[in-house]
């Protein structure tokens, strides 16, 4: 046994330290990145916030959403190959950019993601998804991806270490999904102990990352505004959103009427909720890691978008960087022992 004695952050921890900047106004910034990839031949330009691949928001009514206003959908892996077809066949070559095709790392899940892809080659974005990123298999399945598309844009995660995001880059992936028990849904760390505080996290593994010329993706966490705002200062070059984007039309879930009050199921996609939907149960192997929510309906994704980019825009005038780009390098994080005043409540 050892212990680690150098204290780890979560966004609850720090602060952003406000900085002189010569902007006017917010709308002077923009949340436009351009990136270009490890192995991937492929630019991508857009607003690096995305859709997580869960069944109650990675949906493709959300990504017809988000893709109007520049912003990323990982499309959950439960959606059927006719499904796919009809959805892929309708995109544009715009919407498609903003797309990724979601798969585990089963045989069957492997014929499907060929299946789709063969059928719908407009598809750019694979990625490739499991709760625990450590495995050696894993690595073996991306890169065997990596062999079959060289030019598809691959994302492997989640993972939480700077060793094992080098790892996965020089396997194949182009993008690292970092994440280990944050999410507003998911019970790891209660049910395993593990998991690693997601700013830390972000800023370790995105140093391993950027040494490569590889990209991360924050993954889970994130509950306000201001949280994504602190993931990009990190150094997350996407952020990747659950629990923030559910509750509207456009997200999976049934709806629930309670009390004169409406609301939509929300779970994690190791609940019991999605096990019985997907896989008819929990295997008596396991447990289940994921929690099974109502949250508030909150009508169309679109109002939530712009408060998240507004919020982040100013986040940017606070610190004087006129494009996303700049945030991490005019970051500093303070220690705090508060966040927001909770005298209130809207
Ligand atoms: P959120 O933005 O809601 O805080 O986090 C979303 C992320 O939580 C997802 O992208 C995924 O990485 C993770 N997640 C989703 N479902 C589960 C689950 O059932 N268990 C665990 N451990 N994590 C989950």
């Known amino acids: 046994m050892r212990i680690e004695y150098d204290i780890k952050l979560g966004f609850k921890d720090v602060m952003i330290r406000p900085k002189r900047s010569t902007l006017k106004s917010r709308s002077e910034v923009t949340l436009d990145r351009e990136f270009k990839f490890l192995h991937s031949p492929i630019t991508w330009s857009g607003i690096p916030i995305m859709a997580a691949n869960m069944d109650t928001v990675g949906t493709f009514d959300m990504a017809k959403a ?15 190959l006719a499904d796919w077809n009809v959805f892929a066949s309708n995109l544009s070559e715009d919407e498609s950019k903003y797309i990724a095709v979601s798969t585990g790392i089963s045989k069957q899940d492997f014929e499907k993601l060929n299946d789709i892809l063969k059928f719908n080659t407009n598809l750019k974005f694979i990625c490739i998804d499991v709760a625990n990123g450590y495995s050696e298999h894993f690595t073996d399945f991306v890169r065997q991806t990596r062999k079959l598309y060289p030019s598809k844009v691959i994302i492997a995660g989640n993972v939480v270490t700077g060793e094992m995001v ?55 966490g994130c509950s306000i505004p201001g949280d994504i705002a602190k993931a990009f200062g990190a150094g997350a070059d996407f952020v990747m959103l659950g629990g923030m984007l559910a509750g509207h039309d456009e997200s999976g879930g049934k709806k629930i009427e309670k009390n004169g009050k409406t609301y939509k199921q929300f779970y994690g996609m190791s609940s019991s909720t999605a096990m019985e939907k997907h896989i008819g149960g929990v295997a008596d192997y396991r447990a289940s890691e994921g929690k099974t929510v109502e949250v508030p309906y909150r009508g169309e994704v679109e109002s939530t978008v712009q408060d998240i980019l507004g919020g982040l825009r100013s986040t940017c005038t606070y610190v004087g960087a006129k494009r996303l780009k700049e945030l991490t390098k005019r970051t500093t994080f303070i220690r705090v022992a508060e966040q927001e005043n909770q005298t209130y409540s809207e």
């Open 66 to 80: 988000l893709s109007s206003k520049k912003l990323f959908t990982a499309i959950h892996k439960h959606y059927s």
């Open 166 to 220: 080098e790892e996965l880059l020089l396997s194949g992936a182009d993008i690292v999904k970092v994440g280990i028990g944050p999410g507003s849904v998911c019970t790891t760390r209660i049910k395993t102990g593990v998991g690693y505080p997601q700013l830390s996290a972000i800023i370790e593994c995105a140093d391993a990352a950027h040494g490569l010329g590889g990209q991360i993706i924050s993954d889970g």
